[in-house]
């Protein structure tokens, strides 16, 4: 069964610190990765996604990729308190857009 | 660019009753677009896949008679929720997958259904 799997939270980080969110996926043959950004009663939002090994930076954020050890992370630089939100991984396995989802991680920033 | 309408934001109805929601790419072709269904304080579940011009595929576990797809333009997808019950009550999210792009999907703003 091809999962994604995420520390449900919540994570507390003081304001301006870095937040640290993990992501670990089980298919090795999954070729896109995503972060998305869901705040309470709303609609998932995209923050960046990933597919080559290494990092990806925009802006505040940054996306860290290991295929070798099957995880994907987020860092969030400065963080605000409006970065406060779940924080949604999905992996793509490169075929008709389906996502396998996982149930996300509670990110409170703390002023 | 990448943007999702849906439609109603939010809708009340009598148990028994049908809802219609609308979901359309604006600014994009969309081969493909989901389904999402959300309780409070839950994940996202993924209720059915539709691609423009064929049946959708639903997730195990949802009724297929019970949420009517229709995906009939590559910018317009429908979810009928047809004799709704209370416990039908939830946040329908669509999302929709642009092509020529690297898999990832666009949301739109989700339709928050209350059956009385």
């Known amino acids: 069964q091809k999962e994604v799997e995420q520390n449900s939270g919540p994570l507390s980080v003081p304001e301006g610190a870095i937040a640290s969110l993990n992501c670990t996926y089980s298919?090795?043959?999954?070729?896109?990765f995503f972060w998305y950004r869901q705040y309470s009663g709303k609609s998932p939002e995209l923050i960046m996604f990933?597919?080559s090994n290494g990092d990806k930076e925009d802006g505040r954020f940054t996306a860290q990729l290991n295929k070798a050890s099957q995880y994907v992370s987020l860092l969030i630089r400065d963080s605000q308190p409006s970065d406060s939100a779940t924080y949604l991984c999905?992996?793509?396995?490169?075929?008709?857009?389906?996502?396998?989802w996982g149930a996300g991680t509670k990110l409170i920033i703390k002023p | 660019g990448a943007v999702v309408s849906q439609h109603p934001s939010w809708v009340i109805c009598k148990s028994g009753t049908s809802v219609k929601i609308e979901c359309r790419s604006l600014?994009?072709?969309?081969?493909?677009m989901f389904w999402y269904r959300q309780f409070p304080k839950q994940s996202l579940m993924l209720m059915a896949t539709?691609?423009?011009?064929?049946?959708?595929?639903?997730e195990q576990g949802v009724e297929k008679d019970k949420f009517l797809i229709n995906h009939a333009s590559l910018t317009l997808s429908t979810l009928t929720v047809t004799s709704a019950h209370p416990e039908d009550s939830s946040f329908y999210i669509c999302?929709?997958?642009?092509?020529?792009?690297?898999?990832?999907?666009?949301f739109g703003p989700g339709t928050r259904l209350t059956v009385t």
């Open positions: 539709s691609n423009e011009g064929s049946k959708a595929t639903y």
């Open positions: 298919d090795r043959g999954s070729q896109s």
């Open positions: 990933i597919y």
């Open positions: 999302s929709a997958g642009d092509r020529g792009t690297s898999g990832e999907q666009y």
């Open positions: 600014d994009f072709q969309a081969t493909t």
């Open positions: 999905a992996v793509n396995l490169g075929s008709n857009y389906q996502l396998i």
